[in-house]
């Protein structure tokens, strides 16, 4: 016997799962950021592109869009039933744990290429997550159109520090010294 949920029963379950995934996200976003810092001596001493905004708007922007990426998953994640959950479901974790390895990466390794890698495969999974979350709840998918925008412009900012910063930052923090003797 097929069952259709109420709007109430619905409601209840995507406030269930919101109250799971948005605390979930906001935790991996934030234990991924202990993993590498911009405040670190490497990063400090990066040529860095004309554009690249305050560490503050990040600490500001991040939260703001994981709050959205985990409420967007709640959509899907309460869409029972709906064609193409489990395979959208799959993909954001493929996504998202690309996303989590980008600062360990870039900022723990200190690979700026390493990281335009992570960064650009984060890219194209998200585009194929954009598609599998829109086709199971439309609104879903809109939720993630800021974090699209904002990804491009770090993928973006990520090839800036490239091109500006060719040996990886490496050759300023050799600790290497000079030796003079009179």
């Known amino acids: 016997m097929n069952v259709i949920a109420s709007r109430e029963q619905l409601r209840a379950s995507f406030i269930r799962w919101s109250l799971f995934t948005v605390p979930l996200i906001l935790l991996l976003g934030f234990l991924s950021a202990q993993l590498g810092s911009p405040e670190s001596y490497w990063y400090q001493d990066l040529v860095k592109p004309e554009f690249n905004p305050e560490p503050i708007v990040f600490r500001i922007v991040w939260p703001i869009l994981f709050i959205m990426i985990g409420l967007a ?72 159109l800021p974090y699209l925008a904002w990804l491009l412009f770090a993928t973006l900012l990520n090839f800036q520090f490239l091109q500006l910063n060719p040996d990886g930052g490496q050759s300023s923090t050799s600790g290497a010294t000079q030796r003079i003797e009179l």
């Open 73 to 144: 998953l709640a959509m899907v994640c309460s869409a029972w039933g709906a064609r193409g959950r489990g395979i959208a479901i799959g993909l954001f974790v493929l996504h998202f744990l690309l996303n989590m390895a980008w600062t360990p990466v870039f900022f723990g390794n200190q690979d700026i290429q390493g990281g335009l890698i992570v960064i650009g495969l984060a890219d194209v999974t998200l585009l194929a997550l954009l598609w599998a979350f829109w086709r199971v709840r439309r609104s879903a998918g809109l939720m993630l």
